[in-house]
């Protein structure tokens, strides 16, 4: 049984290959984008259900991509905002220490510009900066940087002011996409992990870490290698010591190796 289909229903059937697959694309791009000007339409039943099949498919793919665009605009206000209250904290500081022109400067210069992607880049930056500091200032400066891992981490808190002015500028910023393995079993430990934001998932166990958590420090100190794979459940941020640093900081300060084996 012949079907009239969109070919012949609009007189293309004696024209070349190529002007055929032109009005092809034409249609499917005004199709996907749900433009519908109704100057090609589907003639038959199958030609209607290869429409649906488009139409569908074009809406989910502009809703994503509207979504997503939607999800990082969002998220660089709420950077820009964040960055800004720190901004003006900074200056309640200077009111109050004296930081000086130079210094205040490039602090306002480093929130101005910081952004996730470069993480890495600008803890680089901020631990120089703290380091041009007198020990005063920079047991308050560092405090102050690192206020949202202080609060999330009651391990971090109420420390000797010495641990702050001369290690919180160790931790080192990382993020994982969902799925990466972060730590794998059978090695050594490398890193103390404190998560941010996301989730890390034992899985051998069925155990989930939120922000909050602190992850490796019991293995480190056991001396034991890691005994399964944690991975990243979701996208995750999280700051790190290294195993070497954070031996010193439990050398430096007994307090932090009793809370371990406590």
């Given amino acids: 049984m012949n079907y009239i289909n969109w070919i012949t229903a609009n007189e293309m059937k004696d024209l070349s290959m190529g002007v055929r697959y032109l009005n092809s694309l034409y249609w499917a791009a005004v199709t996907c984008t749900t433009v519908g000007y109704g100057d090609i339409l589907p003639m038959n039943k199958y030609e209607l259900l290869w429409a649906v099949i488009i139409i569908a498919c074009g809406v989910s793919v502009f809703s994503y991509i509207l979504s997503d665009l939607s999800s990082k605009f969002s998220d660089l206000l709420r950077t820009k905002s964040v960055n800004q209250d720190k901004l003006n904290q900074i200056n309640v500081l200077n009111q109050k220490f004296g930081i000086g022109d130079d210094l ?3 602090l306002k210069q480093f929130f101005e510009t910081f952004h996730s992607e470069s993480q890495g880049e600008s803890n680089r930056e901020m631990s120089i900066i703290l380091k041009a500091l007198p020990s005063s200032l920079k047991t308050h400066m560092a405090k102050f940087i690192y206020q949202d891992a202080l609060f999330l981490h009651t391990f971090l808190q109420n420390r000797d002011d010495n641990f702050y002015s001369n290690f ?27 998560i941010m934001d996301g989730l890390m998932v034992n899985e051998a166990e069925m155990r989930y870490f939120k922000a909050g958590h602190m992850i490796n420090h019991d ?44």
């Fill in 104 to 106: 205040m400067k490039e």
């Fill in 168 to 194: 919180l500028e160790d931790l080192k910023v990382d993020k994982f996409n969902k799925g990466d393995i972060i730590i794998k079993a059978g090695n050594k430990v490398e890193h103390i992990y404190f």
């Fill in 219 to 262: 293995t480190l100190v056991l001396g034991e290698e890691i005994p399964s794979d944690y991975l990243a459940e979701t996208d995750l941020l999280v700051l790190k010591f290294e195993s070497a640093t954070f031996w010193t900081i439990m050398n430096t300060f007994p307090d932090f190796y009793d809370d371990i084996i406590q």
